[in-house]
């Protein structure tokens, strides 16, 4: 089974939608309610950053898992220079995008540990390492994914469970591009060999070489198109 967080809007629907299309995909979303066909999915409100919201959905579903893929889209970016920032509204991002995604996989993992299978698939970002401004909150929770991913990697490998970061530069949906300004976004083009903006179809490709692939674990591919 496959299973999104965040499935409702950008890379998490995307995703959704397309492998809907011929496998049973469970999604989840927040405030932001599916309003597209779910073809043979189902979707779920649950709010990552609880603990206990994240084990009331896995109490929903859990008579039908096997196989797990988890893909963890859910998150949130707060931009805002660090002297700046709102201190409530810096911790919100860590919330949702680093401590919820431990709630989903610390949910998971004993069943995964359980049947020896499972695949994990985060999404970092290229601000983890290239020094970007105002988003010190979204860098933080993104680069603390790799250490997560190391730990858990060595913990479950022997399992056949893997997981592992995909860090994206920025894509053509989502918070990647939709947030910067054009002026600033014809600036970033010149920064990537391509010119290009990333594709989604490169995402699902990347998802799918690490779904299908039991020897890579515990690492943080970059999807940047070589942005510098």
Known sequence: MIIITGASRSIGKYLFQKYSIEYPVVGTYLSTRPDFDLGKGLMFNV???????????????????KDIILINC??????????????????????????????VIRTFLPIMREQQFGRIINFSSVVAQKGTQGVSAYA?????????????????????????????????????????????????????????FCDPADIFKTVE?????????????DLSGGLI
């Open 47 to 65: 709010d990552v950053s609880s603990y206990e919201s994240v084990c009331s959905f896995y109490d929903k579903i859990k008579d039908s898992l």
């Open 74 to 103: 859910a998150g949130i970016s707060y931009n805002a220079f660090t002297h700046k920032s709102d201190p409530d509204a810096w911790k919100k991002v860590i919330e949702t995008n680093l401590i919820g995604t431990y709630n």
């Open 140 to 196: 933080a929770s993104k680069s603390a994914l790799w250490g997560l991913a190391k730990s858990i990697s060595q913990e479950n490998g022997s399992l056949n469970i893997t997981i592992n970061n995909i860090n994206l530069g920025y894509v053509k949906i989502g918070m990647g591009v939709e947030q910067v300004p054009e002026l600033y976004q014809d600036i970033l083009k010149k920064q990537i060999p391509s010119g290009e």
């Open 209 to 221: 070489f690490l779904r299908n692939n039991s020897y890579i674990n515990g690492s943080s591919v």
